[in-house]
Antibody, heavy 119, light 109 residues
Framework: EVQLVQSGAEVKKPGESLRISCKGS????????ISWVRQMPGKGLEWMGR????????NYSPSFQGHVTISADKSISTAYLQWSSLKASDTAMYYC????????????WGQGTLVTVSS | EIVMTQSPATLSVSPGERATLSCRAS??????LAWYQQKPGQAPRLLIY???TRATGIPARFSGSGSGTEFTLTISSLQSEDFAVYYC???????????FGPGTKVDIK
């Protein structure tokens, strides 16, 4: 079974750093891209950026460029989303999703990681 | 940058009725369009890709159509489990972005 399993919920303070993870299983991890998607409370889906785990090439939505970093460790089939300095506005659910290159066909999705940033 | 719009924002439908959801792109995306369903507390689920191809395991009552800038998701006979929010998504070659529409909430009339 193809699966993406994300790390658990996080509660952080403004200014702290954070890295959340997304582990793929049941398929060749380097054969598909991984994207990250943000969903703020009560809002819609926002594509943040993607990585090709075979060479770690990334590209980001202009809205997120410079605010987050996407990386991957293909040796353990895991992608990451990280922040160096969190803000309260980063409070959201974050999903990872697998897709076949440039094709908009995100399937499957991870279960989501809730990040809460509060002083 | 391509902007996606969806209409209506909310669609109230009775079980068994047909639902028609629209998605529009600000410029042509060819057939590079997908539809997702999201229920409260769950991750989104892929319904349709390539504008009209149902994903694995998706019931035949879901169908997609359109190309270029105008797309439609039709649910032929709404079941109780279909009440959810539906998003369209496109891919643009340059700049290389995946963009979601704002969503249409389908609720019970």
């Amino acid at each position: 079974e193809v699966q993406l399993v994300q790390s658990g919920a996080e509660v952080k303070k403004p200014g702290e750093s954070l890295r959340i993870s997304c582990k793929g299983s049941g398929y060749s991890f380097t054969s598909y891209w991984i994207s990250w998607v943000r969903q703020m409370p009560g809002k819609g889906l926002e594509w943040m950026g993607r990585i090709d785990p075979s060479d770690s090439y990334t590209n980001y939505s202009p809205s997120f460029q410079g605010h987050v970093t996407i990386s991957a460790d293909k040796s353990i089939s895991t992608a990451y989303l990280q922040w160096s300095s969190l803000k309260a506005s980063d409070t959201a659910m974050y999903y990872c999703a697998r897709h076949d290159g440039r094709v908009p066909r995100f399937d499957p999705w991870g279960q989501g990681t809730l990040v809460t940033v509060s002083s | 940058e391509i902007v996606m719009t969806q209409s209506p924002a909310t669609l109230s439908v009775s079980p068994g009725e047909r639902a028609t959801l629209s998605c529009r792109a600000s410029q042509s995306v060819s057939s590079n369009l997908a539809w997702y369903q999201q229920k409260p507390g769950q991750a989104p689920r892929l319904l349709i890709y390539g504008a009209s191809t149902r994903a694995t395991g998706i019931p035949a009552r879901f169908s997609g159509s359109g190309s270029g800038t105008e797309f439609t998701l039709t649910i032929s006979s709404l079941q109780s489990e279909d009440f959810a929010v539906y998003y369209c998504q496109q891919y643009n070659n340059w700049p290389p972005l995946f963009t979601f529409g704002p969503g249409t909430k389908v609720d019970i009339k």
